[in-house]
């Protein structure tokens, strides 16, 4: 992939695109631009996380797993932020299984290329900082809406930060993983899909989700959603 497709990927990443552009140069030349397919599992829950990833578009959810079977989502990425940023904050295992949800792309940057970017640009650092924040924002506004709010709601704000981290309106999601992520029950989960369907706010056929009216969806979620996106980074325009 040349440099130019690469910039214009990196401009994707709200942290990739807040960098100067010194370092934008060298994480273009130094990381490399994977696809990310639904089901991929990047890292285990404890593994060592041996590079940070950098998504473009798609999600990847951070996979609580209990010793009964179940599994729950702790929190996801997407094109806001990064996977691996433990390692900035003195930790190098991985705090969860990270699992890809919605298919896209991401840049890889290893950890050895990430400590020589870190020593020679202050501004990694800084974002990367100022990212953990907002992510540690994000988890307890999570606990709080799975605690407080109806399946509805939490349905919409998951499909809601979907769209924002995607490039189109539509993208594949099964209503069983929507249950599996929320700790919902499938049948749940297909009646409020039916019922957003019938107000005009998403379209949903054999795994494909269009997001057709975003006011109505935006409409039918919780408080948490403009809170958790008040604390991601801006977009930087360039």
Partial sequence: M???INAELFLKN???????PAAIVFFSEHSEVRDM???DVIFEDGASVTHVVFPHEGVIS???EMESGRSVEKSSIGSEGMLGFSVIMGGGASLGKSVVQ???TASWLSIANLDVALER???VRDIMLRYAKSHIAQLMESVACNSLHTAEQRVSRWLLHAHDRMNGDSFYITQESIARL????RATVNAICNNLMDCGAIAYQRGKLTVTNRAILHDRTCE???RICNTALPVIAR
Avoid: K, S
């Fill in 2 to 4: 040349n440099e130019q």
């Fill in 14 to 20: 709200r942290i990739l695109a807040a960098l100067q």
């Fill in 37 to 39: 397919n639904l089901g």
């Fill in 62 to 64: 951070i996979i609580a």
């Fill in 102 to 104: 919605i298919a896209g």
């Fill in 121 to 123: 640009f202050h501004c």
């Fill in 182 to 185: 929320l700790a919902l029950r």
């Fill in 224 to 226: 948490c959603y403009d």
